[in-house]
């Protein structure tokens, strides 16, 4: 990234395109709008076209791009005073600025860093980010790893939990993902933060250092999974639907 490029330059004041509803992120929106089928955004992604999905079930890494793709979007539309039709036109057509290609064309070859890039320098300087969003994409992070957690803990008692290194594994490192959402969550808005239960526990599992230190009881993990990972992704639900349709 441009040394002159804010640190908050990469995300735009307002959701103009509605890729989010009511904080929840609608990644089958972005692949819509940009018209790349899922050929291509396995290609951005770096994985296989048959796992290309939109649900809880779709790779990581799939809905980081994905993401990225929407800030991307939001920030051209920032540009166009939120006008959808003029960002969708901006994306078809061929700019001089990119090689005589389309914003679109970088995307189907996989170019997308290049692209964002190019996005942010030119729009850095009216470029800030928006706290409401910012907080949603935590608490969506969070939530998505924390929805995993059951799901991959199954009907597994302790002893068969304590046998079993591979979900062991799997779930703390759904922890940690959601540890580190809320770590972030913790430093933007304190007061929302306060409003979780056991937030500072799951904290705690984003914290790769501490944990390093310490050790992880596999009990406390299957305490986690088995009987506080439900009521906390209800509470992340709840949360979510308080934010404005615009965010």
Request: with cysteine; aromatic share 6%; charged share 20%.
């Amino acid at each position: 990234m441009a040394p002159d490029v804010p640190l908050f330059a990469t995300v735009a004041q307002r959701d103009h395109l509605q890729f989010w509803q009511s904080g929840l992120f609608q990644p089958q929106r972005v692949a819509r709008f940009l018209g790349l089928s899922k050929i291509q955004l396995a290609r951005l992604a770096g994985v296989a076209p048959a796992s290309v999905r939109f649900d809880d079930k779709a790779p990581r890494i799939l809905r980081e791009r994905m993401m990225e793709l929407a800030a991307t979007c939001a920030l051209v539309a920032e540009a166009f005073d939120g006008n959808a039709t003029k960002t969708k036109l901006w994306f078809m057509t061929a700019n001089p600025q990119l090689n005589g290609l389309s914003p679109c064309d970088l995307l189907r070859r996989g170019d997308r860093a290049a692209l964002q890039q190019q996005v942010t320098v030119a729009t850095a300087k009216t470029g800030t980010v928006a706290p409401l969003l910012r907080s949603a994409v935590c608490l969506d992070a969070a939530l998505l790893a924390l929805r995993r957690v059951p799901r991959f803990l199954g009907a597994r008692t302790l002893p068969q939990f304590l046998d079993d290194e591979l979900c062991q594994s799997a779930i703390e490192r759904q922890l940690q993902i959601a540890g580190d959402a809320l770590r972030q969550l913790r430093d933007l808005e304190p007061v929302l933060f306060a409003r979780i239960p056991d937030g500072d526990l799951i904290v705690s599992f984003g914290n790769m250092a501490a944990r390093a230190h310490a050790g992880l009881d596999p009990r406390r993990i299957y305490d986690i999974a088995s009987a506080r990972a439900a009521a906390l992704t209800g509470v992340l639900e709840r949360l979510l639907t308080e934010f404005p349709q615009e965010v």
